[in-house]
Every structure is written in structure tokens, then in C-alpha cells.
Nanobody, 114 residues
Framework: VQLVESGGDSVQSGGSLRLSCTGS????????MGWYRQAPGKERDMVSS????????RYADSVKGRFTISRDNIKDTVYLQMNNLKPEDSAVYYCRDVNGRFDWGQGTPVTVSA
């Protein structure tokens, strides 16, 4: 099983990024997936999640209205569209199944400057 995140970058406040996470070695469509983030010195928290077929999405209050999660089960990929980024969004972003069955990937870093 492998989860590979990509798309992180350094942007200015108000900018946008689209993160991708591609899974392999398991039946991607069978799992509810989540995006998580961890800033230096802080715990890793869930940002957003999406059910197997994408019918239900959930967001942390801090990102509601700015982030959108989606998935493509043909490409075995889950996305996180991040708009109106703020400095407090700076973190390493990870994806994983929400039940924690799989190991973490390497994450993708996002840095938002004021």
C-alpha cells in the first residue's frame, strides 16, 4: 500500500493550491479518505474527508468555504482544492483512509506567506 501526496508549494496569502494524493496497492474506491495537516510543533489534524463514492464531504471549521475535497476513483486519487490560503494553513499535508488502516505517506508541504 502506498499513498503519494503532491502539489504543495509556497504561495502568498490569498493564493490557491490543488493537492493530489494517489493510492496504490489497495482498492481505493472502497475507502473513505481524508486530508490531514501538521504544522511544526502541533498535532496532526483532519482537514477534510470524503466518503467512498464522494457523496458526503466534511470539513474542519477553519477551512470551510475555502477548501474543497474531491476524488476520482478511476485514477485512485483524492484532491484538495485550497483557495484563499492563509498563513495559518501552512503545514505538511497528508492523506490517509479515515480509519487509519494504512501508513502515512511522506506528505506535501504548503507554505503560505503573509
Amino acid at each position: 500500500v502506498q499513498l503519494v501526496e503532491s502539489g504543495g508549494d509556497s504561495v502568498q496569502s490569498g493564493g490557491s493550491l490543488r493537492l493530489s494524493c494517489t493510492g496504490s496497492g489497495f482498492t481505493f474506491s472502497g475507502f473513505e479518505m481524508g486530508w490531514y495537516r501538521q504544522a511544526p510543533g502541533k498535532e496532526r489534524d483532519m482537514v477534510s474527508s470524503i466518503t467512498n463514492a464522494g457523496g458526503i464531504t466534511r470539513y474542519a471549521d477553519s477551512v470551510k468555504g475555502r477548501f474543497t475535497i474531491s476524488r476520482d476513483n478511476i485514477k485512485d486519487t483524492v484532491y484538495l482544492q485550497m483557495n484563499n490560503l492563509k498563513p495559518e494553513d501552512s503545514a505538511v499535508y497528508y492523506c490517509r483512509d479515515v480509519n487509519g488502516r494504512f501508513d502515512w505517506g511522506q506528505g506535501t508541504p504548503v507554505t503560505v506567506s503573509a
